[in-house]
């Protein structure tokens, strides 16, 4: 006997029950406008067909979203994975399914129009992604709640970061621990957060009145995830050597290049921090063991914040927008710990 492939359809159950679609929907949907004894009815008739109902099933009694999905640029990097474990924590009671949507690191916005056009989930947290007119425009029209992670735009709820702060923190770090040469690692390719770090770090070291050594600020040869890698750290420490100069101090633009870096470091004999000193940026788990200088983005908590008020817009619980910028914070660790202080 030919084994049985079709898919028993909602029209099935209906049929069975002899219920209207709209009926069988409400059930699936545990709508108190059905009878106990209509819902039995229907209940017995999804048991007696084996009936796994779809996600567009489901939705036709119901206006509430049942998708979610993550925009972000990469969910393989610490910082982002960081963030999705803060979101997983606080997603439970909104019984929502959730997708993560990879937009790419090199080109975001077009990889969120990319998103926009398949409308694929009902409603939206994006992170890392500038908000430019024609994706406001998309978001407009697909009707869809949305919070924005690390970006703002004053039509949506956000949560943004103050990566110039940030950058501003390292340099009145390194400079207060008696560093006097002090050098950069900045991603490959041009971005938001990249770029507000650096003007931060030298706003820090203009107002301390130090020589600012542009040859130092060294950038590494991947533009794997925007060059916020482990091997673009790796990378700028071996420019370094062949230059025959090094820094003091290093900052890097985010903890994983920093852990590159201090990889390399090792490998050509250099001491963190008696031969030279080292701080990155985020505040990842492993930095704790690596006894690592970091400013601490709060990734988990955004997260957290983020997922609840995703489920008050659409529990329909505030008249306001939630529109703010996160400071950051230095983490002092040994990394940074000048023997010459």
Known sequence: MKPQNKKVTIYQVANRAGVAISTVSRVLNDSPNVSEKTKEKVKKAIDELNFRPQVSA??????????LAIAVPSFTTPYYNEVLKGVKDEIGPMDLDIVIYNTGSKNPKEGIEN???RGTADTVISISIDIDDNIHRQIQASGMPIVLIGSSHPEYDYIDLNHRKGGFLAGEHLVKQGYKKIGL???ALETKAGSLRE?????ALKEFKMPIHDHLFITGESTKHAGFTEEAGFEAINIYDQMGEFPDAIFCAND???IGAYHALNRLGMRVPDDIGLMGYDNIKFT???DLTTIDQKMHS?????TKRLAEIINGETDNKL????????VPRNSTNNPNK
């Open 302 to 306: 955004i997260g957290v914040q983020a």
């Open 256 to 258: 994983t290049q920093a």
């Open 58 to 67: 489901r939705k036709l009694a119901s206006r509430k979203p049942q998708m």
């Open 115 to 117: 998103f926009f056009n």
């Open 185 to 187: 690692i900045r991603p």
């Open 199 to 203: 003007k931060g770090f030298l706003d």
């Open 288 to 290: 704790k063991y690596l």
């Open 323 to 330: 529109q703010i910028t996160i400071d950051p914070v230095l």
